[in-house]
């Protein structure tokens, strides 16, 4: 099958082009735009390929416990992306060249693929590389650059079929710092509930005609498709809410608090429509998923 896959080790990724662009390693200190950092890949990927259709980008990242983060989640829910987790632990990744090495037997056993492009810099993954090119798939090894020694195994690159580095113009585009991410540890009931109507309020600026009353008829539960961007955007002025089960439940309070209140003042003026602060536009079902 004439196509290609991409194979993204986002440890590789984010510590050697957040050094380059912003001169950290630390997540927490970087901004990555996923969305438009794959979508850039696989237009880059076609070009360079002569035309091969792309099958999807695999990101693969350590995870404490293997459970998805926020950031999982949102990258997840990309078109034509699949999130693989490894495990984090200790701050280390474990198991993330295991799953690579899976897929990339995978595609290469059933010939999906004619093409891999990985971006990676671990010896570990040379075999694989030998593997898969041994069932016909050629390999292309991404790298980024550094002013250092090489960020990448030289027994990898040596076998690649081809090595591409890509300028720091190129990575630029998708990194950027940001200021420490807050500490939930600070964090309070009333602002993790400050956080939850401030979305609320958002999402019913948003709301097409029942889409407020239905959401309502549902609760307590609230949808995937709102619950995850509602935490998502709680995180950011409150810190990381995964071991806060006592914070998500207070963000989720102070959603139904506006919600409810939404309601009620629909039913005042006696239409099931709403026109919060003068905004109209997606129903439940309409919400962009963060899967």
């Given at each position: 099958m004439d196509r290609s896959a991409i194979f993204v080790d986002a440890g590789y990724l984010f510590a050697a082009a957040g050094q380059l662009v912003c001169g950290t390693r630390s997540r927490a200190l970087l901004h990555c735009d996923a969305k438009a950092l794959?979508?850039?890949?696989?237009?880059?990927?076609?070009?360079?390929?002569?035309?091969?259709?792309?099958?999807?980008?695999?990101?693969?990242?350590?995870?404490?416990?293997?459970v998805p983060t926020a950031q999982h989640e949102e990258i997840g829910g990309l078109s034509?992306?699949?999130?693989?987790?490894?495990?984090?632990?200790?701050?280390?990744?474990k198991g993330v060249d295991a799953l690579i090495y899976r897929d990339l037997m995978t595609l290469a056993r059933e010939r999906a693929i004619a093409r891999a492009y990985l971006l990676s810099g671990d010896e570990d993954l040379r075999e694989g590389v030998v593997a898969a090119q041994d069932m016909g798939v050629q390999v292309v090894l991404l790298g980024i650059p550094t002013s250092q020694r090489s960020n990448q195994s030289a027994s990898l690159i040596r076998?690649?079929?081809?090595?591409?580095?890509?300028?720091?113009?190129?990575?630029?585009?998708?990194?950027?710092?940001?200021?420490?991410?807050?500490?939930?540890?600070?964090?309070?009931?009333?602002?993790?509930?400050?956080?939850?109507?401030?979305f609320a309020l958002s999402w019913i600026e948003n709301a097409k005609g029942t889409a407020l009353v239905e959401l309502h008829a549902l609760r307590p539960r609230i949808p995937r498709e709102v619950d995850v961007p509602l935490l998502l955007a709680a995180e950011k002025p409150l810190g990381s809410l995964r071991e806060r089960q006592d914070l998500k439940r207070?963000?989720?309070?102070?959603?139904w608090a506006a919600i409810?209140?939404?309601?009620?003042?629909?039913?005042?003026?006696?239409t099931d429509d709403v026109d919060v602060q003068g905004g109209q536009g997606a129903g439940v079902g309409d919400v962009p998923a963060e899967s």
């Open positions: 794959t979508r850039d890949m696989a237009e880059w990927v076609h070009d360079h390929s002569g035309g091969l259709d792309s099958l999807r980008t695999y990101w693969y990242d350590g995870a404490a416990n293997a034509y992306v699949k999130v693989r987790l490894g495990r984090l632990i200790q701050g280390e990744q076998e690649a079929d081809e090595h591409v580095v890509l300028p720091r113009d190129h990575w630029a585009r998708f990194f950027s710092n940001r200021a420490p991410v807050p500490s939930a540890a600070d964090a309070t009931p009333a602002l993790a509930q400050a956080a939850g109507r401030a207070e963000v989720r309070a102070g959603f409810d209140l939404a309601v009620r003042n629909a039913a005042v003026v006696g």
